[in-house]
């Protein structure tokens, strides 16, 4: 449906900081925004041409606001679970979506998406879907209380832990229970333990043809927990390994059944080979797309991602090739922010794309147990990788966070 002042209008699911540079590039592609949100003080609101209150995982609420609004196109950007809804909603309506929503579900739910990857054939963790405490013992027995725990339906690296031989004194009740908490469905994926040089692919898939636009270096806090705490691309992997990486990563989106649109996929690289942690059919988040990419190859991801989305041709060659990375500002233990001090030497610094900071002189910070757990970020190019690196260290060494 064709507004009066001759814009067709997209409905947007999920209006956090991350999905503004979505919404800019559909308005900048000459399209009407409507913003949904569960969260009055989403960012998005203030950037799109309409806000609407309303729950992105509310699958009737969404159909609902699309038919009020005459939606020509129900998306998302970098959330997992509204991939769901947006390709249902949008078949429900008849409307274009990359992604049918029974092969979303396999996209966005950790457990589906084992059990899809097995069954094709793609390399993978040992696994065990547990909806039961009696499951979920027998799966920690298995692997000798040494794996990865994890809820099926969860993202940034919420519940997310390592399971050690220390855990063996606490009730198996009581340890189901806490991975339970950051489950919608309450099934607890426990995985075996692998190791290696883990990595983010970066693609784009249109007509069925998929086209790896990066690979990106990744960095975390060493166990139990696994925040991300920097990204650098492009990656430093010999040529043959990013090779492989490349080849699994396609692999991958087809055996989920992303027809057109984005996919981040991670990837460690083992003795064995490499394996698939996770796939979903987003862009990356953590400013991979919006940032680092644009950064070190010259494509604008995230308009690239809209347009196929909205049906419009795109160039996805690289007009580039330097070298980019974000590094992420936490603090060592819990804590209220007290002050955090960027020096003008940072902000000014050659390269020096960004400082970012998440909170205010006030605000409660954790010690990193998942990616909420993050203070602010800097972002920084070079004229490869390393450089590129190698100065968001030292910027992130310069700022100093002060608790209370």
Not at 70 to 81: E, M, N
Request: charged share 25%.
């Amino acid at each position: 449906m064709t507004q009066l002042d001759g814009r067709k209008t997209v409905v947007m699911l999920g209006g956090s900081r991350l999905q503004i540079p979505a919404i800019e590039a559909v308005q900048r592609l000459g399209f009407r925004v409507v913003c949904a949100d569960y969260d009055p003080e989403a960012a998005g609101f203030a950037v799109a041409d309409k806000a609407s209150l309303t729950s992105t995982l509310d699958v009737d609420a969404i159909e609902e606001l699309a038919r009020r609004e005459g939606a020509d196109f129900v998306i998302t950007s970098t959330s997992d679970a509204p991939v769901r809804v947006a390709a249902l909603v949008s078949e429900r309506l008849g409307l274009p979506t990359g992604i049918s929503s029974g092969d979303a579900v396999c996209a966005t739910q950790k457990d589906a998406m084992r059990a899809r990857l097995a069954e094709r054939g793609v390399p993978i963790p040992e696994f065990f879907a547990c909806d039961t405490v009696e499951e979920f013992g027998a799966a920690l027995d298995h692997f000798g209380y040494d794996c990865i725990a994890k809820p099926a339906d969860s993202a940034a690296s919420r519940g997310v832990r390592l399971i050690a031989p220390a855990d063996r004194g606490r009730p198996v009740g009581e340890l189901f229970a806490s991975f339970c908490a950051f489950s919608r469905k309450g099934t607890v994926m426990v995985e075996e333990r692998i190791s290696g040089s883990e990595v983010s692919v970066e693609a784009m898939t249109v007509g069925g043809e998929t086209v790896v636009l990066s690979i990106t270096d990744k960095m975390t806090t060493e166990p139990p927990y696994f925040v991300e705490l920097g990204h650098s691309e492009p990656s430093c992997l010999p040529p043959d390994a990013q090779e492989a990486i490349r080849a699994i990563a396609r692999r991958t989106v087809e055996a989920i059944g992303i027809v057109s649109g984005p996919s981040h996929t991670e990837v460690m690289l083992t003795d064995d080979g490499p394996k698939i942690i996770e796939t979903a059919a987003r862009l990356g988040g953590d400013f991979i797309t919006s940032r680092l990419v644009p950064l070190s190859t010259g494509i604008d991801v995230v308009e690239g991602s809209v347009a196929v989305a909205l049906g419009l041709p795109y160039d996805f060659s690289p007009k580039d090739r330097r070298g980019s990375a974000i590094r992420f500002i936490t603090a060592s233990q819990p804590g209220v922010v007290e002050s955090v001090s960027v020096p003008d030497e940072v902000e000014g610094a050659e390269g020096v794309e960004e400082v970012s900071l998440y909170l205010s002189p006030g605000d409660r910070i954790g010690a990193p147990h998942s990616s909420n757990d993050r203070i602010g970020h800097v972002i920084c190019s070079g004229d490869d990788a390393e450089v590129a690196a190698g100065l968001a260290e030292w910027a992130l060494g310069k700022i100093e966070v002060a608790l209370a």
